[in-house]
């Protein structure tokens, strides 16, 4: 982390000529004395770096130095050109800045390394999205990641149940989760989530956002997404599965719960495996474990065994009679 913010406070001041202590520790979100301290370590490092004292002091750089990222390591620079996800950052806006960026690093390295991180993308391909769905249409994601950035304020109209319901919120970031698009953001005093793809209309304010001092975005993403996780309702059923069904009983209910079954020692007369599974949203679980046809067995509860002959029953009445005529 701090050799991160090093290279940080180098480009900044690269790119912005003297600062004070006071404004680089607002751009690096750390404490003057921090600033401080990584200027003696630059300095120390070879850096020709230097703070002036006084109402017209700063931090500055030597007139005419620029650095260059040959510091890189081989591994250091696959891992910057394995990062890039051209679809999610052209979503963003950000197409063309992220190609731009990654052509001047390029430039930056030296042959070896340049060399190396060109085969690296022409050889991986990093696919956020899942199988079998379509993309989300997001056209308001850009205008939203441009009021993250700046702080502003927005106002949205969002589609749920019931209709649509305006909003004046603060975002405070944006989140890509297997393939769809979230807006974390401020309103009403608490902090909320709101699916990107069923905003139907933004407007950006020149009010600035209210952000929580203590707010860090990839925190608050690990303890919603843990907390909905556990409180998501499950029910526990008790299953019969052929030996080859594992694979089709993951696609159905998730590797999750498939990793934590518990296996029942029995001995099946057709040499099938005996489960005890926890399955989330129980109104759902009969229709999704009836999609496995024949290969799997619900033995237990009663209710959901129950309303899985009901829908096998309703299906087959249905195939049992000839098909309305087409028109």
């Not at 690296?120 to 899942?130: C, P, Y």
């Not at 379509?134 to 106002?155: F, I, K, S, Y």
């Amino acid at each position: 982390m701090r050799a991160s913010r090093l290279v940080q406070l180098l480009l900044l001041l690269q790119a912005r000529g003297k600062m004070t202590a006071g404004m680089l520790a607002r751009e690096l979100e750390v404490s003057e004395r921090t600033v401080h301290r990584d200027v003696d370590a630059l300095s120390a490092a070879g850096v020709p770096i230097y703070a002036e004292r006084g109402p017209h002091g700063g931090i500055q750089l030597v007139d005419g130095y620029r650095t260059r990222l040959t510091g890189l390591t081989a591994e250091e620079a696959e891992a910057l050109f394995l990062s890039g996800l051209p679809g999610p950052a052209a979503e963003l806006g950000l197409g063309t800045v992220v190609a731009a960026a990654r052509l001047k690093v390029l430039a930056a390295l030296p042959a070896e390394l340049r060399a190396r991180a060109s085969r690296l993308v022409e050889r991986f391909h990093l696919d956020a999205s899942g199988w079998f769905h379509d993309a989300d249409r997001v056209p308001h994601l850009a205008p939203l990641a441009d009021a993250v950035w700046e702080g502003r304020r927005v106002e949205v109209r969002y589609r749920r149940d019931g209709g649509e319901v305006e909003r004046t919120i603060d975002p405070l970031g944006i989140v890509l989760k297997a393939g769809v698009w979230y807006l974390v953001a401020g309103v009403d005093g608490s902090i909320r989530t709101y699916r990107v793809a069923r905003i139907s209309a933004v407007r950006v304010t020149d009010q600035p956002a209210a952000r929580p001092s203590d707010f860090e975005l990839s925190a608050h993403w690990a303890a919603s997404t843990e907390a909905y996780e556990r409180e998501t309702p499950r029910i526990t059923v008790t299953l019969r599965i052929a030996p080859d069904a594992t694979g089709l009983l993951s696609d159905l209910v998730g590797t999750r719960a498939v990793g934590a079954a518990e296996v029942i020692e029995t001995d099946d007369p057709d040499g099938w495996h005996h489960v005890r599974l926890a399955v989330d949203w129980p109104d759902e679980a009969p229709g999704r474990l009836l999609a496995a046809g024949d290969r799997i067995e619900v033995l237990d509860p009663p209710a959901v065994r129950e309303r899985m002959r009901e829908l096998a029953e309703s299906a087959l009445r249905r195939y049992a009679r000839a098909p309305a005529p087409h028109r």
